[in-house]
């Protein structure tokens, strides 16, 4: 059950970034057609070829951010949760969608990147294009790291294992500066303004991280209703209440000791009179 309802959760933010997205790349189209129509013949094809540089760097900005500012990030959401269950079908699934989740971001990033090299001039002056370079080369080592993962219990799983989560985790936290230095540089180079997708990709990354911080608190909130519940149902047992044989059975009781104690009282006044 948590596992669908996780599902179908995810499935409504990729549809969500997926329309984003989409409607970023018609806006831009629209006021791309929009200019190109005010100029003159002779300035209408250097605007052309203008709006087609344009256009290729709107697409690689969107793949990467799909890419290393989504899925990664999502990728590494789901692992966390898988190493929080117990074994068994919960734990494969999530494995397995960690798996694809991944695959997918490196396929994007990789897409981009070739986009990148054909069309771009990659003289590698910024900090933007730089970090891109190191970002390419590191994903794919992930990769490669992550299909030779050895099998637990042997002395390579602690160093595989702290490689991996060190790399994906860097290259995760790199990847989404990435994405604020190449928002930046689209602003340098079109004049486009930037901030309502650079307002929108904070708030995405503000959900993802409080959504990783919050797992380590959904166990101990649920042990505290736990808790919570269990005082109110049980509260704390009060004396029952005896019964009418019982108190007859104390009453004669009370009576027979009284009797014993008044026989020794005469006893004694019989010794000393």
């Not at 984003?20 to 002779?42: D, M, Q, R, W």
């Not at 986009?115 to 370079?133: A, C, D, T």
């Amino acid at each position: 059950m948590q596992v669908s309802h996780m599902l179908s959760s995810f499935i409504t933010i990729l549809v969500l970034h997926c329309l984003l997205l989409s409607t970023f790349v018609s806006c831009s189209s629209h006021g791309e057609i929009t200019a190109s129509t005010n100029h003159k013949n002779i300035k209408g094809n250097a605007h052309k070829l203008s709006s087609q540089m344009i256009s290729y760097m709107a697409v690689h900005g969107l793949l990467l951010w799909g890419s290393m500012g989504f899925l990664m990030p999502v990728g590494i959401l789901t692992v966390r949760m898988a190493n929080k269950e117990e074994a068994g079908r919960r734990v494969k699934v999530l494995l397995y969608l960690h798996a694809i989740l991944q695959i997918l971001a490196v396929l994007l990033a990789t897409v981009g990147a070739v986009m990148s090299i054909k069309n771009f001039e990659n003289s590698f002056s910024n900090h933007h294009q730089r970090l891109g370079l190191a970002l390419y080369a590191a994903i794919w080592m992930q990769t490669f790291i992550g299909f030779f993962r050895p099998p637990r219990g042997t002395k390579r799983r602690n160093t595989w294992y702290l490689t991996h989560w060190i790399i994906g985790t860097v290259t995760s936290m790199m990847g989404i500066i990435n994405i604020y230095t190449g928002l930046k540089a689209y602003h340098k180079k079109t004049s486009r303004n930037t901030g309502i997708w650079t307002i929108l990709f904070t708030a995405e990354i503000i959900f993802i991280a409080f959504f990783y911080l919050f797992q380590d608190k959904w166990e101990y909130i649920q042990k505290q209703g736990l808790i919570l519940g269990n005082d109110n149902n049980n509260p704390q047992q009060q004396p029952a209440p005896a019964s009418d044989q019982d108190q007859e059975i104390n009453v004669s009781t009370q009576r027979d000791n009284q009797k014993a104690c008044t026989g020794k009282r005469n006893a004694l006044r019989n010794l000393f009179d």
